[in-house]
C-alpha cells in the first residue's frame, strides 16, 4: 500500500510539472502572436487556418491539428504517449484560457515587440524542457516527426526542416502571420531550449531539490543516495 501511494505522489508530481511546462509555453506563443512581428513556423499554419475557418478559436485550431498529427502518426506505426495527448490539449486549452481573460497587451513600439517576442521565444523553449524533463514523451508534431522518419528513411533532422518548410509555406498561403518573428524564433528556440535543459540538470544537483526528495520520497531518496555511493 505504501508503495502504491509513493508511486503514485511520483507519478501526480510528474504530470503536474508537465501541464506546467504546457501552460508556460502557451503564454509564450502568446506573447509572439501579440507582437505582430510573425510566429513560430507551425502556428504560421495554425492561424492561417484560425483566419480561414472563422468558426474555431485558435487554441481548438491546434488542438484538431494535433489530433491529426497523431491519429495519422498511429497510422505510420507511432503510438502517441501521455505527453503526446495532452500536449495536444492542453496547449490550446491554455492559449483560449489566457485570450479569454485578456491578459496580454503589447505597446506599439518595435523594441518592446522585439523583446517581448524573444521573452515568448524564451517561455516556449523552457517549458517545452520543463514538459519533456517529465519523460512521458513528446509532442504531436516531435510524433509525426519521428513517423516519417521511419517510413521514409530519411534522418530526423531532414524531415524535421522539410515539416517545417511545409507547414510555414502552407500557413503564408493561408494568410498566416509569417514575419522577421519567423525567423527570430528558428534561430532562438534551440537555443532557449537548451537553457532549460541545462538549468534542469543543475536544478537536481542541488540543496533545494534535494529537500524535495527527502520530504516527499523518503525511500526513494535513501535508495538513490545508497546506489550513488556504491
Given amino acids: 500500500m505504501t508503495v502504491n501511494r509513493r508511486k503514485l505522489k511520483k507519478e501526480i508530481a510528474r504530470y503536474s510539472f508537465m501541464i506546467s511546462g504546457f501552460f508556460v509555453i502557451s503564454f509564450g506563443l502568446v506573447l509572439m502572436f501579440e507582437t505582430n512581428l510573425g510566429v513560430p513556423p507551425w502556428d504560421v499554419f495554425h492561424l492561417g487556418v484560425y483566419q480561414r475557418a472563422g468558426f474555431l478559436s485558435r487554441g481548438q485550431v491546434m488542438q484538431g491539428t494535433g489530433f491529426f498529427l497523431i491519429f495519422l502518426s498511429y497510422l505510420l506505426g507511432v503510438r502517441p504517449h501521455a505527453a503526446t495527448v495532452l500536449n495536444m490539449i492542453f496547449i490550446g486549452l491554455f492559449i483560449d484560457f489566457i485570450y479569454y ?9 518595435l523594441s518592446l515587440r522585439v523583446t517581448v517576442f524573444l521573452a515568448g521565444s524564451f517561455l516556449m ?8 524533463t517529465a519523460n512521458r514523451g513528446a509532442g504531436p508534431r516531435d510524433s509525426m516527426m519521428v513517423a516519417l522518419a521511419q517510413k521514409s528513411g530519411l534522418n530526423m533532422g531532414l524531415v524535421r526542416t522539410l515539416l517545417e518548410v511545409t507547414v510555414t509555406l502552407s500557413g503564408i498561403l493561408l494568410g498566416g502571420p509569417f514575419g522577421v518573428g519567423t525567423f527570430m524564433f528558428a534561430l532562438s528556440i534551440g537555443f532557449f531550449m537548451q537553457v532549460g535543459f541545462r538549468f534542469y540538470r543543475r536544478l537536481k544537483k542541488t540543496p533545494l531539490y534535494e529537500g524535495f526528495l527527502e520530504r516527499h520520497f523518503p525511500e ?3 535508495l538513490e543516495r545508497s546506489s550513488s555511493h556504491a
Avoid: K, N, P
Fill in 101 to 109: 481573460l485578456d491578459l496580454v497587451h503589447i505597446g506599439s513600439g
Fill in 125 to 132: 523553449g523552457f517549458g517545452t524542457s520543463t514538459y519533456m
Fill in 220 to 222: 526513494d531518496h535513501g
